[in-house]
């Protein structure tokens, strides 16, 4: 079952509090997601401990119920 975008953002919220998230639905069919991610707890790590965070929080979810999710992360706006 595909997820809704207010869903990937609050569980993405909820692990990254100060995040600022934008989210695109890429196709149209709640699969197939683009994410820009701005946190202040990205700031020292490097780009795959920054998705990493992101994975982490979308925990079982990230290839199941959301297929795909493309992520650019950044550590200030």
Same mark, same amino acid.
């Given at each position: 079952?595909?997820?809704?975008? %207010?869903? $990937?953002?609050?569980? $993405?919220?909820?692990?990254?509090? %100060?995040? =600022? ?12 997601? =683009?994410?820009? $991610? ?5 700031? /020292?790590?490097?780009? $795959?401990? =920054? ?8 925990? %079982?979810?990230? /290839? ?5 999710? &493309?992520?650019?992360?950044?550590? &200030?706006?």
């Amino acid at each position: 079952m595909p997820m809704k975008a %207010d869903d $990937i953002v609050a569980m $993405i919220k909820t692990a990254l509090p %100060d995040a =600022q998230v934008e989210l695109t639905d890429l196709a149209g069919d709640d699969n197939h997601f =683009q994410a820009h $991610i701005y946190s202040e707890s990205f700031a /020292g790590k490097s780009r $795959i401990e =920054q998705h990493k965070m992101v994975y982490t929080a979308l925990g %079982d979810k990230m /290839g199941g119920d959301l297929h795909a999710l &493309s992520i650019k992360t950044f550590s &200030s706006r």
